[in-house]
């Protein structure tokens, strides 16, 4: 039976695409989305989503139609995840952490080690960055006993993109439930960084940030700081910045806020942009932040037992995966609000299990 799923629910968007096609890799269904991201101007699959779709066919020996620059319709006919050495690139500067977003999923479920290769933009508008993938991401998954290593091997910015990341993957027989419901604050590091452009920039973004938490009340604060030119093999051909800010929370879990640089605003502006939106969540007590969320909820789905997180903020994004998930899999998902603010998410996954 071919399941169907209409891309414009919920947010409209990419987000719809992603997890349809991870879980339908996963499950071995054949799955057709149709009003490909009907709500985004202009519609129907970019680049990076046509690159992320043709990498989750290949792990998982799929068969794939419709991948062309704005078409409004896919289909996939799935078979199972395989192991092996990888390599996709966006051709753009699209989004390698989207790309990894729909792909990772995939990967845990081979049959073993699996070696990848992602290459585009490593640090993009309305994705989340490289850095947060390996900060916030990565430590909430090994929670849930999966086990990846992602390594930056160069940055990639607008508009040529050529960033590389490499990632990998162990085999995982179950996903454990996630609970994260309450924490406190251990130290916020800040993380400033650049390519190709003067290093006063990325000095006053990690000034700011730093003179804003302090004024909030952190006082455990590190700073670090990347400046890379020319000459560095880390650098992008394309010069860019910005700020990540992550909170790291005495029950071994981190949230992450960032801001990316835009060329005509300050680097303060930047700094401060992000400085305000983890005030924002931090201040409603809940551990995981809005775009952990995002990507943890397919996780949450697949696996054994329920999971229960508590977050600063819902977002489209994580109302849209928990809708399409709700679709494609058995997950029971459940939203209650907070009384400090955010939200508490519940989740009696599928179990699924490599075997499944």
């Known amino acids: 039976m071919v399941k169907e799923i209409d891309g414009s629910i919920g947010e409209g968007g990419g987000q719809v695409l992603r997890f349809a096609v991870s879980a339908a890799a996963l499950l071995g269904e054949e799955i057709k989305v149709y009003n490909v991201r009907a709500k985004r101007k202009p519609p129907g699959l970019r680049p990076q989503h046509i690159a992320a779709i043709r990498a989750v066919a290949e792990v998982c020996g799929g068969v794939v139609e419709g991948l062309e620059v704005g078409s409004s319709k896919i289909s996939l006919r799935p078979s199972r995840p395989r192991a092996g050495r990888y390599l996709f690139d966006t051709g753009t500067a699209g989004s390698t952490s989207?790309?990894?977003?729909?792909?990772?999923?995939?990967l845990c479920f081979a049959d073993g080690v699996c070696d990848?290769?992602?290459?585009?933009?490593?640090?993009?508008p309305l994705a989340p960055p490289v850095d947060y993938i390996q900060e916030v991401l990565i430590p909430a998954l090994r929670r849930m006993g999966v086990e990846v290593e992602l390594t930056l091997v160069r940055r990639g910015f607008y508009p040529r993109g050529q960033g590389v990341i490499k990632v990998r993957t162990q085999p995982?027989?179950?996903i454990r439930p996630i609970e994260a419901v309450g924490a406190e604050v251990r130290e916020v590091e800040i993380f400033a960084?650049?390519?190709?452009?003067?290093?006063?920039?990325?000095?006053?973004?990690?000034?700011?940030?730093?003179s804003e938490l302090k004024r909030a009340g952190y006082s455990e604060i590190v700073v670090k700081t990347e400046v890379l030119g020319l000459g560095d093999s880390k650098a992008s051909p394309d010069p860019g910045t910005g700020i990540l800010i992550v909170a790291r929370l005495d029950n071994g879990l981190a949230m992450g806020f960032d801001a990316l640089g835009e060329k005509g605003v300050p680097a303060e502006v930047v700094a401060e942009r992000a400085v305000e939106d983890a005030l924002s969540q931090l201040s409603t007590g809940a551990p995981i932040d809005k775009h952990l969320a995002d990507q943890l909820v397919i996780w949450m789905a697949l696996a054994?037992?329920?999971?229960?997180?508590?977050?600063?903020s819902?977002?489209?994004?994580?109302?849209?995966?928990?809708?399409?998930?709700?679709?494609?899999?058995?997950?029971k998902f459940r939203v209650e609000r907070r009384v400090k603010g955010g939200v508490e998410i519940f989740c009696r996954g599928i179990g699924f299990g490599r075997g499944s």
Request: contains cysteine; neutral net charge.
């Open 98 to 106: 989207l790309v990894l977003q729909s792909l990772l999923p995939v």
């Open 116 to 124: 990848v290769e992602i290459r585009g933009g490593t640090n993009n």
């Open 172 to 174: 995982v027989r179950e």
């Open 193 to 210: 960084y650049s390519c190709n452009l003067p290093d006063h920039i990325v000095r006053r973004m990690a000034a700011t940030a730093e």
């Open 304 to 312: 054994k037992g329920e999971s229960r997180i508590g977050v600063g």
């Open 314 to 331: 819902l977002t489209s994004h994580t109302e849209t995966g928990i809708e399409v998930l709700s679709r494609l899999t058995s997950a």
